[in-house]
């Protein structure tokens, strides 16, 4: 079993930063791939970034250029360094980890806010 910590979600106004931090524990697991991804009220779950096993990211169209996806040296723990926040970035924000055998876990989600 893994458990998926989330933190750094909040209230920010327009043009602001905030960093998402998702932390991964358990025992005997491989981490494949990470993940980001969003849901605003009323809307679908989408994909915001991608980590891939080889380093390799990739972006929804609405963040490319300020969203940054990065994982730790141990790859334990993902991040999301969200800049130039607008109003339609607000959603609650899950993490999504693919371990190598085939398993995916979510973590518990952080609401993010951005309003003036």
């Known amino acids: 079993q893994v458990q998926l910590v989330e933190s750094g979600g909040g209230l920010v106004q327009p043009g602001g930063s905030l960093r998402l931090s998702c932390a991964a524990s358990?025992?005997?697991?491989?981490?494949?791939?990470m993940a980001w991804y969003r849901q605003a009220p009323g809307k679908e779950r989408e994909l915001v970034a991608f980590?891939?096993?080889?380093?390799?990211?990739t972006y929804a169209d609405s963040v490319k250029g300020r969203f940054t996806i990065s994982r730790d040296n141990a790859k334990t723990t993902v991040y999301l360094q969200m800049n130039s926040l607008k109003s339609e970035d607000t959603a609650v924000y899950y993490c999504?980890?693919?371990?190598?055998?085939?398993?995916?876990?979510w973590g518990q989600g952080t609401q993010v806010t951005v309003s003036s």
């Open positions: 999504k980890v693919n371990l190598y055998d085939g398993r995916n876990y």
């Open positions: 358990g025992s005997d697991f491989a981490i494949n791939t």
């Open positions: 980590y891939g096993r080889r380093g390799t990211t």
